[in-house]
C-alpha cells in the first residue's frame, strides 16, 4: 500500500511539470494564460505560432506521462502504473506547481496510453488525427478519442484498463466543458487559428 501511494504521488508531482509553461518561457513566447484558449497545452502554444514550440510540449506532456507509467511498472508492478497513470494525469490538470491550474490533459493521456499498452495509445491517437483533420477541432478530437477508448479497450484486449480509461475520459471531459459549449455554439477555434 505504502508502494503505491509512492507511486501515485511520483505520478503526481511529475505529472504537475508542464511542458508549455516551461516551453513558453525558454522560448519567450509570453503568457500562455493570456493567448487564445488560455490554456496551457500543445494547442494553445500553437497559436503562438510557433510549431516547434508546441511540437516540443506535446512530447513533453505525452513523454512525462509514459516515463511515469514505465517507472512505476518497472519497479512496482502493472497496478502501480495504473495508479501513477492516474496520477500523473491529475498532476497535469491540477498542478501543485501551477496553483491547481493546469492543462486538459490530451497528450499526457495518450503518452500514458502509449506506455500501458501500445496499441491503445495508438488507436487513441488514429482516432485523435481522424477527427482532427476533418474537423480541425483539436479538442472535439480529443473528447471523441478518449470517449471511444474505454468501449474499444476489451475489443482490443485491454478489459484491465476500462476503469482508468473511464475516469480519464470523465476527468477529460470534465477539464474540456469550456470547449464542448463552444463547440456546441459554433464558437470553438479550430487548429491553428490564432484566437
Ligand atoms: O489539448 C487540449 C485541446 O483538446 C483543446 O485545447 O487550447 O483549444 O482549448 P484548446
Not at 37 to 47: K, M, Q
Not at 96 to 108: D, I, P, Q, R, S
Amino acid at each position: 500500500m505504502a508502494i503505491l501511494a509512492l507511486w501515485a504521488s511520483f505520478g503526481y508531482l511529475i505529472g504537475s511539470v508542464s511542458g508549455g509553461m516551461i516551453v513558453a518561457r525558454l522560448m519567450n513566447l509570453g503568457n500562455l494564460r493570456e493567448i487564445g484558449s488560455g490554456n496551457i497545452g500543445a494547442t494553445n502554444v500553437l497559436r503562438t505560432g510557433n510549431k516547434k514550440a508546441a511540437a516540443v510540449t506535446l512530447v513533453f506532456d505525452a513523454g512525462k506521462g509514459a516515463v511515469v507509467v514505465l517507472l512505476a511498472r518497472a519497479f512496482a508492478g502493472e497496478d502501480a502504473a495504473q495508479i501513477a497513470a492516474f496520477t500523473a494525469f491529475l498532476g497535469h490538470c491540477f498542478p501543485v506547481w501551477l496553483g491547481f491550474k493546469g492543462g486538459k490533459g490530451v497528450a499526457t493521456y495518450l503518452g500514458i496510453l502509449w506506455a500501458l499498452a501500445w496499441p491503445t495509445g495508438a488507436v487513441a491517437c488514429l482516432i485523435w488525427l481522424v477527427v482532427a483533420l476533418l474537423t480541425r477541432f483539436s479538442s472535439l478530437a480529443a473528447l471523441v478519442s478518449a470517449g471511444a477508448m474505454p468501449v474499444l479497450m476489451p475489443l482490443l484486449g485491454y478489459t484491465n484498463m476500462v476503469t482508468l480509461a473511464v475516469l480519464l475520459a470523465a476527468l477529460l471531459y470534465w477539464r474540456h466543458w469550456g470547449n464542448i459549449q463552444r463547440l456546441r455554439a459554433g464558437t470553438e477555434s479550430k487548429i491553428g487559428t490564432k484566437s
